[in-house]
């Protein structure tokens, strides 16, 4: 079932320590703001993927998921 704490804890130890996410702003409105400081919590990086390349929760913005110069393991 989608969003029992066994899914949640298989998401997040199976896929990876680095997470691009698409559309992450400095907008703390947006869903994937919220998100994005989950994983940052349980030790993830994150890695901000926005037309606007912003610094979101510490980390430094990427225009688009090619502009990315190292291995993303998880896209969301």
């Known amino acids: 079932m989608y969003g029992d704490?066994?899914?949640v804890r298989k998401i997040l130890t199976e896929l990876g320590d680095t997470w691009a996410v698409v559309g992450l702003s400095t907008?703390?409105?947006?869903a994937a703001y919220g998100v994005a400081g989950v994983l940052k919590r349980y030790g993830k990086r994150i890695v901000p993927v926005h037309p606007k390349a912003e610094t979101v929760h510490g980390e430094k913005g990427y225009a688009s998921l090619s502009e990315i110069p190292?291995?993303?393991a998880t896209v969301l």
């Open 5 to 7: 704490s066994a899914t």
């Open 70 to 72: 190292f291995d993303v």
């Open 27 to 30: 907008n703390e409105r947006r």
